[in-house]
Nanobody
Framework: QVQLVESGGGLVQPGGSLTLSCVVSERIFSMGWFRQAPGNQRELVATFSSRGTTTYADSVKGRFTISRDNAKNTVYLQMNNLKPEDTALYYC?????????WGRGTQVTVSS
């Protein structure tokens, strides 16, 4: 079973930045970052395909950047100009997600 460990979350003021990391126990070709805010469904935020193509939700386009380091089996999410509505628990997973491999996530809170 693939293991996913997210880190890098925290409390940041509006307009601030954070970089999330996700260590994957084995190589997965297409990866994504997801987030879930209280009372909301989990949503896909960004993807990184096996061809190096990236996609973003409209709500984060231009502010978030997904990248990966295959040598380290790590996927990153650079988040800039954070907004209060970005507050959520952030997860990484394959795309489409591996149902039994969700990690604990990392909490991002954007507040002044």
């Amino acid at each position: 079973q693939v293991q996913l460990v997210e880190s890098g979350g925290g409390l940041v003021q509006p307009g601030g930045s954070l970089t999330l990391s996700c260590v994957v126990s084995e190589r997965i070709f297409s990866m994504g970052w997801f987030r879930q805010a209280p009372g909301n469904q989990r949503e896909l935020v960004a993807t990184f395909s096996s061809r190096g193509t990236t996609t973003y939700a409209d709500s984060v386009k231009g502010r978030f950047t997904i990248s990966r380091d295959n040598a380290k089996n790590t996927v990153y999410l650079q988040m800039n100009n954070l907004k209060p509505e970005d507050t959520a628990l952030y997860y990484c997973n394959a795309v489409p997600p591996l149902v039994h491999s969700w990690g604990r996530g990392t909490q991002v809170t954007v507040s002044s």
